[in-house]
């Protein structure tokens, strides 16, 4: 089946940090989504990106779907201390597949 | 904004005993999934719905897991019998369609705990 590669496995930065988190794949991907969970809550949907090199921002988060089709980053900018959480990407084919996830400790 | 509701959010029960779970999607979306996320993984699917069909189960354990969408709108996911390894995270999403532009849309899940 299709896996994804995500990294890093976690971080810690300080407040105020700029950070950048990837997926690859050896699988392509029409449609590539990052996600954020906080401990016991579902997913909350962060960006989705439907067209291979399309860059896309919500607030401090920036997204860009690779133009291989294969990989995807995200990028947090300024981060404060909300931003604490695990960061999903995932790939959708037919399927969606989730990356194993990014564990984002901000520090004061 | 519309929330995918999903009850209890959380089940202690014993091995070998049956448990349920319920999930209502957004209202309008026609597919519906059924995650299991284990802890420190990504979600992976379960089984996955259009309207009252089961699109994708290939994943699903059917000797004991079954999953219901009666009238096309809320689902039911039941375990029966549990095992502890069954102890993780059931999500259920939901999306307006199932093409690859219909992002999925969570629920806060049940955490299942099997003693």
């Known amino acids: 089946g299709q896996q994804l590669n995500q990294s890093p496995q976690s971080m810690f930065i300080q407040e105020g940090e700029d950070v950048s988190m990837n997926c690859t794949s050896s699988?392509?991907?029409?449609?590539w989504l990052w996600y954020k969970q906080d401990p016991g809550e579902g997913p909350v949907l962060l960006i989705a990106l439907y067209k291979a090199g399309e860059l896309t921002s919500n607030g401090r988060l920036t997204a860009q779907f690779g133009i291989t089709r294969k990989d995807s980053f995200l990028n947090i900018s300024a981060s404060i201390p909300s931003d604490v959480g695990i960061y999903f990407c995932?790939?959708?084919?037919?399927?969606?597949?989730f990356g194993s996830g990014t564990q984002l400790t901000v520090l004061p | 904004e519309a929330e995918v509701a999903q009850s209890p959010r959380y089940k202690i029960t014993e091995k070998s005993q049956a448990v349920a779970f319920w999930c209502d999607p957004i209202?309008?979306?026609?597919?519906l999934y059924w995650y299991r996320q284990i802890l420190g993984q990504g979600p992976e699917l379960l089984v996955q719905?259009?309207?009252?069909?089961?699109?994708?189960d290939s994943q699903l354990p059917k000797d004991r897991f079954s999953a219901e969408r009666l009238k096309g709108v809320d689902s039911t996911l039941k375990i029966q019998p549990a095992e502890l390894g069954d102890s993780a995270m059931y999500l259920c999403?939901?999306?307006?369609?199932?093409?690859?532009?219909?992002?999925?849309?969570f629920g806060n899940g049940t955490r299942l705990t099997v003693t």
């Open positions: 719905f259009q309207d009252e069909s089961v699109v994708d």
């Open positions: 995932a790939g959708q084919y037919g399927q969606l597949t």
């Open positions: 209202s309008g979306h026609a597919t």
């Open positions: 999403a939901s999306s307006q369609g199932q093409g690859d532009n219909s992002p999925l849309h």
């Open positions: 699988s392509i991907f029409n449609t």
